[in-house]
């Protein structure tokens, strides 16, 4: 099967961060999948170079020219024109797919809008579909975050961190530190906005190696501060000035403010076990369905539940193994990107 893949190559489009999330995990899944042929099209990185009007017809061409079984998005906002996608979705003869990555708190203000451009769309957020359905688009599939088990690996390293976590000290999570640093939890942070700063994927995979506890923080990024509701009814436009936006969508933008209060699961819940790391995590939308608590992975109550099972698992060294080797052996067996992709593709034929 032929897929044309088609999203950012670097880390919100900048090349400064790095590469994207979607191109070490989506991408890289792909490519590394015998059952495919993959072709690649990174717009940011086309469209830096040539600019959007310029890369959006270089996708049209690209599609009528190698003619993919599968156009395999993953938008950001509106790099690629709704007509464009249009166009490849009525005309092309290929299938259209996207994989929409925050509808816990996107879907008002964006992806209901996006959605009728595609033949399929992935959602993560078990909430969605009937929100899909409620907006008369039905080829809706549920699918999760998962581990590309073909990077993120365990590695025979010393444990040489008590306690670490990795990500941005965004909402309550800096308040969850200074209380568990209190307890006297030792505790290492990295991240953007940490003193450690942030880490390459390759040292934060060493770092779930040598934790003998992994801790996710589930919260989105807060959606209390006098930016974020700013946002509701001010927009930024591509040349950096900020305008009043449209009354049209300042209450899809307050949904969207709100949905940002739920838990969702994250990326880290099947990374961590899928390097055989031990992996304490605040509960999220439907975590239970993936993984067995208590078994698997363990899910914390509240802060103090949290510091309590971590003094726990700190002194019982074999139990805290045999949870996280229980982890890893589900992640391998039923959640890695591989497996994702297939599902996907065989639903849609």
């Known amino acids: 099967m032929k897929i044309l893949y088609i999203a950012f190559k670097y880390d919100y489009g900048d090349p400064q961060r790095g590469l994207s999330y979607e191109h070490c995990n989506f991408y890289d899944s792909l490519i ?6 993959v072709l ?3 717009f940011d990185k086309i469209m830096l170079e040539k600019g959007r009007d310029k890369m959006n017809k270089m996708l049209i061409e690209t599609v009528s020219k190698e003619k993919p079984d599968i156009c395999f998005f993953s938008l950001f906002t509106d790099e690629i024109k709704k007509e464009t996608i249009r166009e490849i979705t009525n005309k092309s003869g290929t299938v259209t797919l996207n994989w929409f990555n925050d509808d816990h708190w996107r879907f008002d203000n964006y992806s209901k809008y996006w959605a009728p451009c595609f033949n399929w769309i992935v959602t993560t957020d078990s909430q969605a579909i009937q929100k899909y359905h ?19 690996k365990p590695l025979k390293l010393p444990k040489i961190y008590d306690v670490s976590f990795v990500g941005q000290p965004h909402s309550n999570r800096k308040k969850i530190i200074e209380k568990m640093k209190k307890a006297g939890v030792k505790i290492e942070c990295w991240g953007r906005g940490w003193p450690n700063g942030k880490v390459p994927q390759e040292k934060m995979i060493r770092i779930f190696s040598q934790s003998k506890i992994n801790l996710n923080l589930t919260k989105s990024s807060s959606g209390n501060t006098l930016k974020s509701i700013a946002k509701i009814f001010l927009k930024r436009k591509k040349h950096k ?3 009043i936006g449209n009354p049209r969508y300042w209450i899809d933008n307050s949904k969207s403010l709100l949905g940002k209060k739920r838990e969702q699961i994250k990326t880290r819940n099947f990374e961590i076990p899928g390097c055989k790391g031990f992996l304490v995590t605040g509960n999220a939308d439907n975590l239970g369905d993936y993984y067995e608590n208590d078994k698997e992975i363990i899910i914390y ?3 103090n539940d949290l510091i309590e099972r971590i003094g726990y698992y700190l002194k019982h060294d074999k139990e805290r193994e045999l949870i996280a080797q229980a982890g890893y052996e589900r992640t391998l067996r039923n959640h890695t990107y591989e497996k994702r992709f297939n599902e996907i593709f065989n639903f849609i034929g």
């Not at 590394?32 to 042929?37: C, G, K, P, V």
């Not at 409620?134 to 993120?152: D, E, M, P, R, T």
């Open 134 to 152: 409620k907006i008369g688009y039905k080829n809706v599939i549920k699918s999760q975050w998962a581990c590309n088990h073909f990077l993120y």
């Open 40 to 42: 690649h099209f990174p």
């Open 32 to 37: 590394n999948n015998r059952r495919y042929q």
């Open 241 to 243: 000035s900020i305008q």
């Open 301 to 303: 109550k509240n802060v």
